[in-house]
């Protein structure tokens, strides 16, 4: 359009109509003068006519390029470029903006409508291209979204939309357009969708209110938790859903906050619209205008009552036995040091009373756990009822309580205190379809006597309970500084244990078995012997229960096996080919699973026979865990392994785990052999014992025979084997080997 020249009309009629006067005046023939004045007249119309026509022209000229500049200034803030396609020349025209748009630089010039749909990503292409030429077919105006590769390479949203104009006959002629870049509309779309569904499926109870603090919105979690519609709370004050247990200055400081900060969050107690009361953790932020005035808060929130609840369980658990309920160790811990400091300002007593439950072991061990916890769980209920509310009952694990009393004023209370548990807890038990019994050993340590601190209270109560034991059991005792003297006795035993190993100072004596039928040795016994370097000869009565207790019972107990099998092979060695090893096996050997691999193992170093080796084990061991013992046994009995019932009739015994069991040997307890003769009970559990064990198809070995009267008796009633020191007490290697010599007459 700027290489065609504008005529504008007025000036076109004003010259002519000079032309036609002057013609006129020529063509009448007038006098010169005249003509020449009129002529004058007429040029200088022309030229008022041509200077006005020339500023007018001016102004226009600027109003329009005003107009551009306004034209172009509204396309920028838009974001909105032109284009005009003249169809038939293909001439294709640019606004400004439109290149800004599209990112190319205006000296390159637009290019033609191919190279505007290679700026169009190939996915979006047809669709273009298909709209553009719907439009020439139906006429009408047409509108496409698309995307765009700008020059830069950067890809945009872009709103088109175009009109084709058509001649007379329906060819078109001109296509006029514009191209929109909507991609920050797009992507503020798709925020605003992203915040929108947010604010809709959040889990959070979200609450928006205005300046003043008038609700403006709610979202759905808001009505789930809070039961209230945004219909019930529009236009009210969120104080409405209080309930009243969070204080005023609590709420001055959150207020305070929101204000300085612009933030606050903290737990506060709010009120559902059925009237159930809850805990809430909130959380306030503001949103501010240009001038920095608050115009919004917005508040979120969510329902921490299972949190707190919680958190509550966590804290019990945390400070009470799972089992009974009681206080645990850390507990008691927490209470005795508060109960202390307390005692020191007020220049009273505090007591320590250590239970321990008698014989609980082989009621848990011969019934089961689930018989054992029910035991543990009523008498947790008869220590707390016979102590004052005040005292704290704790279970420090296994079958071990305490009782802490505070404000002790006489040992004498304290002494009355523990005659009554030792009552309360020694009553019989009703379990199911059993009576059972246990009792106390009770040790009993005070404040400051026996103690400045809970550690040294405890461990002094501990030897206390220890004293009780050895004084029968069933009974309370006080602290004594003698009691300290076998505490640490206990701990140089156990230090030296894990020495005596790896020093060697192990060894193993030989008890004969005798067979009555034959009077020949039918095996030996294999008892264990500490030689200790400042003690000498340690019987296994004074460092087996620790050893079982600290696990190194483990060790010790492969240690025996081997050396036993050992000397079996030097026995076979020298001659003696008919007597058997046994060899007691501890519950820990029992529950690890490595006894059956430990037992291969010396078969096949040793080339042992069937029946070769016997395992002994308790009673109290083989019902620990009966299902695990069974098959263990199983597979030792598969190996060849003799398999015996060590101390028969102490315990709690099942006679349908007897049957259950893979044994081929019961040993008669000495308690029941040291009877026969004075005790009529204890020969009645012989001779039961004695045709029990025949019933089954089971040997029958009696233990403890020291008198020719208790040999006489068990031979008359058919008994087996026996041992004792009647025939011999355990015996070194070398004695024990004469001793078979002698009996068996075996080649020297």
Same mark, same amino acid.
């Given at each position: 359009?700027?290489?065609?020249? %504008?005529?504008?009309? *007025?000036?076109?009629?004003?010259?002519?109509?000079?032309?036609?006067?002057?013609?006129?005046?020529?063509?009448?023939?007038?006098?010169?003068?005249?003509?020449?004045?009129?002529?004058?007249?007429? +040029?200088?119309?022309?030229?008022?006519?041509?200077?006005? =026509?020339?500023?007018?022209?001016?102004?226009?000229?600027?109003?329009?390029?005003?107009?551009?500049?306004?034209?172009?200034?509204?396309?920028?803030?838009?974001?909105?470029?032109?284009?005009?396609?003249?169809?038939?020349?293909?001439?294709?025209?640019?606004?400004?903006?439109?290149?800004?748009?599209?990112?190319?630089?205006?000296?390159?010039?637009?290019?033609?409508?191919?190279?505007?749909?290679?700026?169009?990503?190939?996915? /979006?292409?047809?669709?273009?291209?298909?709209?553009?030429?719907?439009?020439?077919?139906? =006429?009408?105006?047409?509108?496409?979204?698309?995307?765009?590769?700008?020059?830069?390479?950067?890809?945009?949203?872009?709103?088109?939309?175009? !009109?084709?104009?058509?001649?007379?006959?329906?060819?078109? @002629?001109?296509?006029?357009?514009?191209?929109? /870049?909507?991609?920050?509309?797009?992507?503020?779309?798709?925020?605003?969708?992203? @915040?929108?569904?947010?604010?809709?499926?959040?889990?959070?109870?979200?609450?928006?209110? &205005?300046?003043?603090?008038?609700?403006?919105?709610?979202?759905?979690?808001?009505?789930?938790?809070?039961?209230?519609?945004?219909?019930?709370?529009?236009?009210?004050?969120?104080?409405?859903?209080?309930?009243?247990?969070?204080?005023?200055?609590?709420?001055?400081?959150?207020?305070?906050?929101?204000?300085?900060?612009?933030?606050?969050?903290?737990?506060?107690?709010?009120?559902?619209?059925?009237?159930?009361?809850?805990?809430?953790? +909130?959380?306030?932020?503001?949103?501010?205008?240009?001038?920095?005035?608050?115009?919004?808060?917005?508040?979120?929130?969510?329902?921490?009552?299972? !949190?707190?609840?919680?958190?509550?369980?966590?804290?019990?658990?945390?400070?009470?036995?799972?089992?009974?309920?009681?206080?645990?160790?850390?507990?008691?811990? !927490?209470?005795?040091?508060?109960?202390?400091?307390?005692?020191?300002?007020?220049?009273?007593?505090?007591?320590?009373?250590?239970?321990?439950?008698? =014989?609980?072991?082989?009621?848990?061990?011969?019934?089961?756990?689930?018989?054992?916890?029910?035991?543990?769980?009523?008498?947790?209920?008869?220590? #707390?009822?016979?102590?004052?509310?005040?005292?704290?009952?704790?279970?420090?694990?296994?079958?071990?309580?305490?009782?802490?009393?505070?404000?002790?004023?006489?040992?004498?209370?304290?002494?009355?205190?523990?005659?009554? @548990?030792?009552?309360?807890?020694?009553?019989?038990?009703?379990?199911?379809?059993?009576?059972?019994?246990?009792?106390?050993?009770? *040790?009993?340590?005070?404040?400051?006597?026996? *103690?400045?601190?809970?550690?040294?209270?405890?461990?002094?109560?501990?030897?206390?309970?220890?004293?009780?034991?050895?004084?029968? #059991?069933?009974?309370?005792?006080?602290?004594?500084? #003698?009691?300290?003297?076998?505490? %640490?006795?206990?701990?140089?035993?156990?230090?030296?244990?894990?020495?005596?190993?790896?020093?060697?100072?192990?060894?193993?004596?030989?008890?004969?078995?005798?067979?009555?039928?034959?009077?020949?040795?039918?095996?030996?016994?294999?008892?264990?012997?500490?030689?200790?370097?400042? #003690?000498?000869?340690?019987?296994?009565?004074?460092?087996?229960?620790?050893?079982?207790?600290?696990?190194?019972?483990?060790?010790?107990?492969?240690?025996?096996?081997?050396?036993?099998?050992?000397?079996?092979?030097?026995?076979?060695?020298?001659?003696?080919? &008919?007597?058997?090893?046994?060899?007691?096996?501890?519950?820990?050997?029992?529950?690890?699973?490595?006894?059956?691999?430990?037992?291969?193992?010396?078969? &096949?170093?040793?080339?042992?026979?069937?029946?070769?080796?016997?395992?002994?084990?308790?009673?109290?061991?083989?019902?620990?865990?009966? /299902?695990?013992?069974?098959?263990?046994?199983?597979?030792?009995?598969?190996?060849?392994?003799?398999?015996?019932?060590?101390?028969?009739?102490?315990?709690?015994?099942?006679?349908?785990?007897?049957?259950?069991?893979?044994?081929?040997?019961?040993?008669? &307890?000495?308690?029941?052999?040291?009877?026969?003769?004075?005790?009529?009970?204890?020969?009645?559990?012989?001779?039961?014992?004695?045709?029990?064990?025949?019933?089954?198809?089971?040997?029958?070995?009696?233990?403890?025979?020291?008198?020719?009267?208790?040999?006489?008796?068990?031979?008359?009633?058919?008994?087996?084997?026996?041992?004792?020191?009647?025939?011999?007490?355990?015996?070194?290697? @070398?004695?024990?080997?004469?001793?078979?010599?002698?009996?068996?007459?075996?080649?020297?």
């Amino acid at each position: 359009m700027s290489g065609r020249q %504008i005529i504008k009309p *007025g000036r076109g009629y004003a010259l002519l109509a000079l032309a036609l006067l002057v013609s006129g005046l020529l063509s009448m023939h007038l006098d010169y003068f005249v003509a020449w004045l009129l002529v004058v007249a007429g +040029l200088a119309v022309v030229a008022w006519l041509l200077w006005s =026509r020339q500023r007018n022209n001016q102004r226009v000229i600027a109003e329009l390029r005003q107009g551009r500049q306004q034209l172009r200034e509204a396309q920028r803030l838009a974001q909105i470029g032109s284009w005009e396609l003249e169809i038939p020349t293909g001439r294709l025209t640019w606004s400004e903006e439109l290149y800004r748009i599209f990112g190319i630089d205006p000296q390159a010039g637009p290019g033609d409508y191919q190279r505007f749909l290679q700026m169009v990503p190939a996915e /979006d292409r047809e669709r273009v291209d298909e709209a553009y030429r719907a439009s020439f077919r139906e =006429r009408e105006p047409h509108e496409v979204e698309h995307r765009l590769i700008t020059g830069s390479g950067q890809i945009k949203q872009i709103r088109s939309r175009w !009109e084709t104009h058509f001649d007379a006959l329906g060819n078109p @002629l001109r296509t006029i357009g514009t191209a929109q /870049d909507i991609t920050d509309l797009r992507r503020m779309e798709s925020q605003m969708q992203l @915040l929108g569904t947010a604010f809709h499926h959040s889990g959070e109870a979200i609450l928006i209110t &205005d300046h003043d603090n008038r609700i403006v919105t709610v979202n759905p979690a808001f009505t789930t938790l809070t039961g209230y519609t945004l219909e019930d709370v529009a236009g009210k004050n969120p104080k409405l859903l209080s309930a009243g247990r969070t204080l005023p200055e609590e709420y001055e400081r959150m207020w305070a906050s929101i204000r300085q900060k612009g933030y606050w969050q903290g737990e506060v107690w709010d009120r559902r619209k059925d009237g159930g009361v809850y805990p809430k953790w +909130l959380s306030i932020s503001v949103m501010r205008d240009d001038a920095g005035e608050i115009r919004y808060h917005i508040a979120h929130f969510t329902d921490v009552s299972a !949190e707190r609840a919680a958190e509550a369980r966590l804290h019990h658990m945390a400070h009470h036995d799972m089992l009974t309920g009681l206080a645990n160790r850390f507990s008691l811990k !927490e209470r005795l040091e508060h109960a202390l400091a307390v005692a020191r300002r007020e220049s009273s007593r505090v007591a320590l009373l250590f239970i321990d439950l008698d =014989r609980f072991k082989v009621i848990n061990d011969t019934l089961g756990h689930h018989i054992g916890d029910e035991l543990l769980i009523q008498v947790s209920q008869r220590l #707390r009822s016979a102590v004052r509310d005040s005292d704290l009952v704790a279970r420090l694990g296994g079958d071990e309580f305490v009782v802490m009393a505070s404000g002790v004023e006489q040992m004498s209370s304290v002494a009355t205190v523990a005659e009554k @548990l030792v009552k309360v807890v020694g009553e019989p038990y009703a379990i199911g379809p059993h009576t059972l019994y246990t009792t106390p050993s009770i *040790g009993i340590a005070v404040y400051p006597m026996d *103690g400045e601190n809970g550690e040294a209270l405890m461990k002094n109560a501990d030897a206390a309970m220890y004293h009780a034991k050895a004084a029968g #059991r069933n009974n309370f005792q006080f602290f004594d500084a #003698r009691m300290n003297e076998a505490a %640490i006795e206990r701990l140089n035993i156990e230090h030296a244990l894990h020495q005596a190993l790896e020093r060697d100072e192990f060894v193993l004596y030989y008890q004969p078995v005798i067979d009555l039928g034959s009077g020949r040795v039918s095996c030996v016994e294999a008892l264990i012997r500490w030689r200790h370097p400042e #003690r000498g000869l340690v019987a296994p009565g004074l460092f087996i229960g620790v050893a079982e207790e600290t696990g190194l019972i483990q060790p010790i107990g492969d240690w025996v096996i081997w050396s036993a099998c050992r000397q079996l092979a030097a026995f076979r060695a020298a001659g003696i080919a &008919d007597v058997k090893m046994a060899i007691n096996i501890s519950a820990v050997q029992m529950r690890n699973s490595s006894l059956p691999v430990v037992a291969r193992g010396v078969i &096949d170093a040793y080339s042992l026979a069937r029946g070769d080796l016997i395992f002994e084990i308790t009673e109290s061991v083989a019902m620990e865990q009966p /299902d695990e013992t069974i098959r263990v046994l199983d597979v030792l009995r598969s190996m060849g392994v003799t398999l015996a019932l060590d101390d028969f009739g102490t315990g709690y015994s099942s006679l349908s785990y007897l049957r259950m069991f893979a044994l081929d040997k019961l040993k008669l &307890d000495r308690s029941f052999v040291e009877g026969i003769g004075e005790d009529i009970d204890g020969q009645v559990i012989c001779d039961a014992t004695i045709g029990l064990a025949h019933a089954l198809g089971l040997t029958l070995v009696a233990e403890g025979v020291e008198t020719e009267a208790q040999l006489d008796y068990l031979r008359a009633r058919g008994c087996d084997l026996v041992q004792g020191y009647l025939f011999s007490k355990p015996l070194p290697a @070398l004695e024990a080997e004469a001793f078979i010599r002698q009996r068996n007459g075996s080649p020297g």
